[in-house]
């Protein structure tokens, strides 16, 4: 009986953390859906400041700030795992949330949440 509670206990608590995970995500559409045509690394003097990268996705001017408080998922098919900034490649379509767009040239931002979509496995059946 203990048994069985102690396993209920370990599901809920597996569970919780993924809702956790899921709701991190953000409600509304993302800003940008592209892949990234341009990926700059940052200075040692930005990387003091936080940033890890500077980012331009297909058809946009907008240059994309990453900072260690970015936060990024790694979408593989269905599955959905926790990333870093520095794990956005060129080549990777992306969905970018951002903050305000700064009156520059270029215009710049930063982003606030990356969701990187890369090919999974199938879910087949009988796996």
């Known amino acids: 009986m203990r048994f069985i509670f ?6 809920a608590g597996l569970l919780w953390g993924a809702a ?3 709701r991190a995500q953000p409600q509304k559409k993302p800003n940008l ?3 990234v045509t341009k990926l700059t690394p940052a200075t040692d003097a930005e990387k003091d400041k936080g940033i890890v990268a500077w980012v331009v996705v ?3 001017d907008l240059q994309i700030q990453l900072s260690a408080k970015s936060q990024v998922q790694i979408q593989a098919g269905k599955l959905v795992n926790p990333a870093k900034p520095a794990d956005v490649k060129v080549g990777d379509l ?6 305000d767009v700064a009156d520059s040239d270029p215009p ?3 982003a606030d949440f990356v969701i ?4 999974g496995q199938p879910d087949l059946p009988g796996r």
């Open 94 to 99: 992306v969905s970018i949330w951002h903050g």
């Open 108 to 110: 710049q931002t930063t």
């Open 33 to 35: 859906y592209a892949p």
């Open 116 to 119: 990187i979509f890369r090919p």
């Open 58 to 60: 297909k058809g946009s």
């Open 20 to 22: 956790n995970d899921l």
């Open 6 to 11: 102690l396993a209920a206990l370990c599901c």
